[in-house]
């Protein structure tokens, strides 16, 4: 059964869709060889039954997938005992099959629900799945009641349930509240996901860090002593003093002078951080998932996003590009006008070249503007790409199912859903994430190289920075800020203390 990203197919999936008539039942769920995650143990037919289940079909790194876990959040607290969620895990990319790797994205997601780990796409070919992300929706009885392609289903999903939840009741005396899993325990960083770093704040150099785990940006002095923390750590949109504005999984920002523009990705908003008042505002996007792609000078505050992953400052100054994973496409904020407008990206998902508004992206997730260049990685297409002077043209990478860990230049090269990029006069660092290691581009001769890097040194690296001859690292899933020395291919981690 092919596999198929939902944003390929995005006419034919937001056609009516029939329920499947025959059932396949609590047998494929329950079979002994699946293994659960995020949960206190492997489920059994007993904790399904008299409930109703709803399958999500994902994988981690897929946008859209993403987009959707608040509409399950919503459904869990709405139904309580009688609807019990099952994440279904089917990998697109070799890096995402790991149990210890999709456990960590459950965490990192926020997700209470129980995952099965189907990496050999048996639960995916059984239930006729083609497309990421897929739910289907079960009776208290196994049987299906109907199934929901892509994104944009709650309320669609929502009635199905009322309608046919009536007076369902569990057979097992088990709660869904004691399958939880136990918390994760982090230290000072929880899952960071961007670096910066600023040479003229108010607290002199600083290396800014977004820890998106905790829902905030720190900054610190390069021997680790934190100098500023901005966000309360709580999750919500709420502006005002760093000590107490929130944020809700924060993974990209640009730091410009006077202070931070943010990508607030699950707000689905940009947010600025002001040094001299020391306040959080509020400067682009309503809080609501967005979808439109054809922005041009609209009001910033008026005007839906989806899922900012990262934002940099332009060489005017005034201009902010916004890498908008959720839109496939790069965005512009003026921040002087107060505008938004669509740089580059019909929307479609794919890796079309050419003038920059007929161009196509996937998931861009990475920004790295240098001169008059404007460099970017797609995460979904395992590519380098760059724009200049309006067009688009890509480096490193050749569609939505190549990828690996392969040197040399274009085509043969290959990368493995990268999200982030430094850039220097002669060079692009990249941090290949799902392959878990450093990748060097040579701008002069287009070569793809790999640093000399211990081996599982780095677990889900998000971003890289040069700094003073090293690299610093978000090593995102090892919960830390890693220092390599390419002279000597060791790493180290930047301890993190109060600053006394």
Not at 62 to 72: E, R, T, Y
Not at 203 to 217: K, M, Q, T
Request: aromatic content about 8%; proline content about 3%; charged content about 25%.
């Amino acid at each position: 059964m092919p596999r198929i990203l939902f944003a390929l197919l995005t006419v034919l999936f937001l056609l009516p869709h029939p329920a499947q008539a025959a059932s396949k039942g609590y047998e494929i769920l329950f079979d002994a060889k699946n293994e659960w995650l995020n949960s206190s143990r492997a489920l059994t037919s007993e904790d399904a039954s008299g409930r109703m289940v709803l399958l999500d079909f994902w994988t981690y790194g897929c946008i859209n997938c993403m987009q959707i876990v608040p509409d399950l959040k919503k459904l869990e607290k709405e139904f309580g005992d009688k609807l019990l969620v099952v994440g279904v895990h089917s990998a697109k990319f070799q890096g995402e099959k790991g149990s210890e790797r999709i456990l960590s994205a459950a965490k990192r997601f926020g997700l209470e629900h129980p995952v099965i780990n189907d990496s050999n796409f048996d639960v995916w070919d059984q239930f006729d799945v083609t497309a990421w992300p897929t739910q289907i929706l079960l009776d208290g009885k196994g049987e299906e009641v109907a199934r929901y392609r892509g994104e944009g289903h709650y309320d669609e999903i929502r009635a199905d349930i009322a309608k046919n939840i009536g007076d369902t009741k569990p057979e097992s005396k088990t709660t869904l509240a004691s399958l939880k899993a136990a918390d994760e325990k982090t230290g000072s960083l929880k899952f960071p996901a961007r670096l910066g770093f600023g040479s003229d704040t108010p607290w002199g150099e600083v290396l800014f860090v977004a820890d998106s785990g905790h829902n905030r940006i720190i900054g610190a002095s390069l021997d680790g002593k934190i100098k500023v923390t901005i966000g309360s750590g709580t999750e919500g949109a709420g502006d005002g003093e760093f000590a107490t504005a929130s944020f809700n999984h924060p993974r990209g920002f640009g730091v410009a002078k006077g202070g931070i523009y943010i990508a607030d990705t699950n707000n689905h908003l940009i947010r600025y951080a002001d040094f001299a008042t020391g306040k959080v505002s509020t400067v682009a996007g309503t809080g609501k998932q967005g979808y439109a792609r054809d922005a041009k000078d609209d009001k910033a505050l008026e005007t839906p996003m989806a899922s900012p992953w990262d934002v940099e400052m332009l060489a005017d100054g005034k201009t902010l590009a916004i890498a908008m994973a959720g839109t496939h496409q790069l965005w512009t904020l003026d921040t002087v006008a107060k505008t938004v407008s669509v740089l580059a990206g019909t929307g479609k998902e794919f890796i079309d070249d050419g003038n920059a508004a007929e161009s196509s992206l996937s998931q861009p997730s990475g920004l790295a503007p240098f001169g008059d260049t404007l460099y970017f990685v797609d995460a979904e297409t395992s590519s380098l790409r760059k724009l200049k002077q309006g067009e688009v043209s890509t480096l490193i990478g050749t569609g939505l199912f190549d990828f690996g860990l392969v040197d040399g230049t274009y085509p043969k090269a290959l990368m493995q859903h990268a999200q982030g990029l430094d850039v220097d006069a002669g060079r692009v660092v990249i941090a290949d994430t799902y392959n878990n290691t450093l990748r060097l581009y040579d701008i002069a001769s287009g070569k793809l190289s790999t640093a000399n890097i211990e081996k599982d040194a780095l677990d889900e690296p998000g971003d890289v920075l040069q700094l003073n001859g090293r690299m610093y690292v978000a090593d995102t899933n090892h919960h830390r800020v890693a220092v390599f020395d390419p002279k000597t291919g060791k790493t180290s981690t930047l301890t993190l203390s109060a600053d006394k």
